[in-house]
């Protein structure tokens, strides 16, 4: 493999993060009703499938399907909340699973869980009040 040594930029940050879902409904479900996620645009219809949800520090998180892009596991988004044992709470009534926490260390309180499709994530809060 030929490697450049041409320089360039880094990148300037993420500007969504996407997990595949198997089942987009049951997965909007899950992030809306359980997490309280609020969508901002919605695509449901065609080859490719999808929801996204921009943030308030402008991020945007989404969730997509499309037979040409199929589901694999995905990992490691955090998810910014205020209270975490609720939102914990809130995964298993929603379907998901708990796999670790609420644990609390000396910067934060975090959980890892999985949704309704197979995806993990964390709910995460900072102890100082910063998000991002």
């Not at 879902?21 to 999808?50: C, H, I, M």
């Not at 044992?85 to 869980?113: D, L, Q």
């Amino acid at each position: 493999m030929d490697m450049t040594t041409t320089k360039i930029s880094p990148p300037r940050g993420l500007d969504a993060v996407y997990y595949m879902v198997k089942d987009l409904a049951r997965a909007r479900k899950f992030y809306e009703d359980g997490l309280g996620f609020q969508p901002t645009f919605v695509n449901d219809s065609g080859e490719w499938q999808g929801v996204e949800y921009e943030l308030p520090t402008g991020q945007t998180f989404g969730l997509g399907k499309s037979d040409s892009a199929p589901w694999r596991a995905c990992s490691g988004a955090m998810i910014a909340v205020e209270n975490v044992e609720a939102h914990t709470k809130r995964v298993s009534e929603f379907g998901g699973k708990i796999h670790m926490g609420p644990s609390e260390s000396a910067v934060c309180v975090m959980s890892w869980c999985e949704d309704t499709e197979g995806n993990t994530f964390a709910l995460h809060h900072r102890k100082d009040g910063t998000v991002g």
